[in-house]
């Protein structure tokens, strides 16, 4: 018997996936198997499904292509990461994945369920099956419409000591009492660095979620990277958020992009970042600072408290003098490195200034979003796809704990790339 059972795990993923669809009478997913019979099984993998590519003939994975999958992957246990986001998967399939989650001695480490039907029911088990012995870092559920009910299970299962280090769960229809749930959960030991919570369902004007989300931060919780996109946070729920940001100790990245912060939500900011503050990357594309704010901003940036390295300030209706003040800041503070600008009013003294942070190496293209041309000695910048990037933090704590200095520079390297976020992560584990 022990002799049969070792033949069976060293069988070839691909065959056992298809004798597993013939026993379920499961039609064989064609892009299943070609990826299946592309993998070594033998070492640590990563099966990358997801769903959102243009081939000829793709089909994207339903809830049996899940069984099918996750009934062959029960017998493969050196899985360690799984993309499935964008197809076709609701609560059905789900449960087939909580499953693998609870198997013993699973080593996968990050799953990823970004944009597929998964509703409360499927949070349900999948939250269940964290609260067991599952080794998972990773859960990404953006885009699926857990609902209140769903949030409030995921935030039950924080509560209860486990593994995860992330948890996606933008566009995810949480309301009000999720929001609640989430930030008292992170008031007790946690072991979560980076939750996304953008584009809640909130209806109150009295952004009482930023008042929840502010007395969590001053609690030493574990949260090193917040996203809050698309919360219509406005310059009082600012005031409210820079509140707990001004006594706490972790947070290195804030995202606060698609929100309604002007000059004042910008002025709370920047006297947060004097004070001694951990944040590293904040993300503001998409608010209205204009003029003002990007001043309050620069100076910040210049004080000796601030350690900020990363800002975007994409889309704010800046014009020339809050542009120049950036550029300013960028000569003057030893930490930033990194700025986004397109969408504001790049006149040319704007042009002018930050080609020369171009020419002379303050900045280089990778860590902008703007590259200079000139036409008939007029100078103007044309846009550049660079982007803030997501995962920073997460990322590193997998650096750390990289074996090799040549791993860490591949996934330095990869790190600038924008669509590179989760290779790092699988390259080290
Ligand atoms: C966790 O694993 C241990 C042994 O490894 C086992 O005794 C226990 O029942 C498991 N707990 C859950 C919730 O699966
Ligand atoms: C939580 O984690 C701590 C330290 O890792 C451990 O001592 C404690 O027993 C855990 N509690 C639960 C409920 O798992
Ligand atoms: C919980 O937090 C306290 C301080 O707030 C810290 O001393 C302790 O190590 C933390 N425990 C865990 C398991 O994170
Ligand atoms: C959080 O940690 C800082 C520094 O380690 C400490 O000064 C502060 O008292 C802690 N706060 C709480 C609420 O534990
Ligand atoms: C942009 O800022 C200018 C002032 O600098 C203001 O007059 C204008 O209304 C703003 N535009 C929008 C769309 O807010």
Redesign the pocket.
């Given at each position: 018997m022990a002799f049969l059972s070792t033949v069976m795990v060293a069988e070839p993923i691909s065959e056992c996936y298809k004798a597993i669809c013939e026993n379920e009478g499961i039609t064989i997913n064609s892009f299943v198997l070609e990826n299946l019979e592309k993998t070594t099984t033998t070492r640590n993998f990563t099966l990358n499904l997801a769903g959102n590519r243009k081939q000829k003939g793709f089909q994207r994975l339903a809830d049996n292509d899940v069984l099918a999958l996750s009934k062959c992957l029960l017998n493969y246990r050196t899985l360690t990461g799984l993309d499935m986001g964008y197809n076709n998967i609701s609560d059905e399939g789900a449960a087939y994945l909580a499953k693998l989650l609870?198997a013993?001695?699973t080593m996968l480490r990050s799953l990823d369920l970004t944009f597929n039907n998964i509703q409360t029911n499927g949070a349900e088990v999948l939250a269940s099956s964290l609260?067991?012995?599952s080794s998972l870092l990773s859960l990404r559920l953006s885009g699926n419409k857990i609902g209140r009910h769903g949030g409030l299970n995921l935030a039950g299962m924080l509560r209860v000591n486990m593994t995860l280090q992330e948890l996606e769960l933008g566009e995810c229809d949480l309301e009000m009492q999720s929001m609640i749930g989430l930030s008292t959960a992170l008031k007790t030991n946690t072991t979560l660095r980076s939750m996304d919570v953008s584009r809640a369902l909130l209806f109150s004007y009295l952004e009482e979620w930023a008042v929840h989300f502010s007395k969590m931060l001053p609690v030493n919780s574990s949260l090193v990277e917040l996203h809050l996109g698309k919360m219509g946070l406005t310059d009082t729920g600012m005031e409210r958020l820079s509140e707990g940001l001004k006594l706490n100790h972790r947070l290195r990245y804030l995202d606060l992009r698609c929100n309604r912060v002007s000059r004042d939500g910008a002025l709370h900011l920047s006297r947060v970042l004097k004070e001694n503050s951990p944040l590293e990357v904040i993300d503001l594309s998409s608010n209205r600072i204009e003029d003002p704010g990007a001043e309050y901003l620069s100076e910040a940036i210049c004080s000796k408290g601030s350690v900020l390295r990363e800002l975007s300030v994409c889309r704010n209706n800046i014009s020339t003098r809050g542009l120049l003040s950036l550029a300013g800041a960028l000569n003057n503070s030893p930490t930033l490195t990194h700025i986004y600008i397109w969408g504001n009013h790049l006149e040319e003294p704007v042009c002018q200034a930050f080609r020369e942070l171009l020419i002379t190496g303050r900045l280089t293209p990778e860590q902008s979003d703007v590259r200079p041309y000139e036409v008939d000695g007029h100078v103007f910048l044309a846009e550049l796809s660079h982007h803030l990037r997501k995962h920073l933090f997460f990322l590193d704590v997998n650096e750390k704990n990289a074996a090799s200095n040549s791993q860490k520079l591949k996934c330095l390297d990869l790190r600038n790339q924008v669509w590179g976020k989760f290779l790092c992560l699988f390259l080290i584990c």
């Open positions: 609870e013993q001695d609260q067991g012995n």
